[in-house]
């Protein structure tokens, strides 16, 4: 029999009025009111028609439609609120992460060992690679020959440190750099280890840190993402690892605070431009309609993911103008190319990518991260490496030098690193003109720059083989803890309660902070 509790209820029922309602239910009434207010299946379905038809009659009518007392989303301050504050002031309050996907060998580049050049061809002794695992293409190999770096090392800056004779511009910034030699990982395979690196955790479904960042400090401007990715132009004849967008994901996180990949040819940002014939008044009308619409949603069921489509559609209009802007560089100085060469006049490639990034920090994009693929150097380390030395190393130098030039450096901190290191011994064969290098997560190198990272040091060591580190090991946990540290956040309150669990960024295994790279 019908409940005559409600009389007025019929519209939560699926049977239009003629069948039991969830008043009927022997729940609490609180859970009753409740539970009403959730849309079944059958009224998503039939509002979605009737949402449709309003946003079509909004072109009509224009803001006729917009309900009094909902503001237009361009107006309401409310789109992304800041959910955290830094836990003090700091140095930094951008970051670019320069990430060398497939993992650049690091005694090739950074971590100088002269000693191997008298041990070519010797065996690596057993007691260095101890018990360790080895992944399936070198495990079955016979003898693990040493392979002594192809490329000499100079000494650079008024410090003098070694860098391999590839790296001639980077070398120059060895001064301002925070290098660490030590940096370990748990995983010795691309996809576990670029999640750890990227998310704090080897699953997949994660946020990453540039989400994290978007989610606890918000955004920096109006006009742009507060979190973006750039894909860089592959090089030819290089071997590629994939990546994909579980990398800049937000994980259990709204999608707002997911990062925006921009494509690397074309269009930066696909579908931001009007249909022909539409005016720009038509789409603010268009959208400040739907927008008030989802905010009746957002107010009536209170999905996350309901203010995160605001936020989006209002991203996007706002990018129509920003992104046409921010993607012309014919108001760059001629010393701009000087510095950055004439490669970052082609759109796509890591130099390019290294001066929009720059531009983006002037706009105030909170996290960038740009991807150069190819440095999975399991044959042909002689052929592959001077090409992607050449393809990042004078963007990189450029753009901790533009920063620099412009009064940026000091709140912008530049990281460039991979997901983990390569072995001093020869993955297949072995001569005087090549070799290859399989992975390694016992100790790669990383370098740090500027926003408040400590200039000119090295930390941590490795044993004379490159193999294991010998002083002050950090973890790719401590790293990331380092990172948020730099940017005012204490890793240990950055969190967010999701499957019965306070997820954070430095994940459930103690994490520590590294003093010695901090200034």
Known sequence: MRSNIHDDCGSCCDHGGMGPTVYDLPIPLELREEWRLLATRRHFLGSMGKTLGWASLSTLFGGAMTPRGVPAASDSQAISPTHYVPDFAPRAKRAIYLFMSGAPPQMDLWDYKPGLAALFDKDLPDSVRGTQALTGMTSGQARFPIAPSHWGFTRQGKSGRWVSDLLPWTGRLVDELALVHSLQTDAINHEPAILLMNTGNMVPGKPSMGAWLSYGLGSMNENLPTFVVLNSLTLPGTDLQPISPKLWSSGFLSNEYAGVAFRSQGEPVLYLGDPKGMSRETRRTLIDTVNAINQMTFEEVGDPETHARIHQYEM????????????????????????????????????????????????????????????????????????????????????????????????????????????????????????????????????????????????????????????????????????????GIDHEKLKFKFQGLEQKLTGVIPAKIVPELIS
């Open 316 to 487: 996007a209009f706002r990018m129509q103008t920003s992104l046409p802007e921010l993607t012309d560089m014919d108001d760059e100085p001629d010393s701009t190319w000087t510095l950055y060469g004439d490669e970052a006049k082609q759109a796509g490639t890591f130099a390019y990518n290294c001066l929009l990034a720059r531009r983006m920090a002037e706009r105030g994009v909170r996290f960038t991260q740009i991807y150069q693929r190819g440095w999975d150097v399991h044959s042909n380390a002689v052929g592959n490496l001077p090409k992607l030395c050449a393809a990042t190393d004078r963007a990189s130098y450029a753009l901790v030098t533009d920063l620099r030039r412009r009064g940026l450096l000091d709140d912008t901190l530049v990281l460039w690193g991979g997901e983990f290191g390569r072995t001093v011994y020869s993955q297949g064969g072995l001569s005087k003109e090549n070799y290859g290098r399989d992975h390694h997560p016992r100790c790669f190198t990383i370098w740090l720059a500027g926003g408040g990272a400590k200039a000119g040091i090295v930390h941590g060591k490795t044993d004379d083989f490159c193999y294991n580190v010998v002083k002050d090991p950090v973890h790719v946990r401590d790293f990331n803890a380092t990172v948020l540290r730099l940017l």
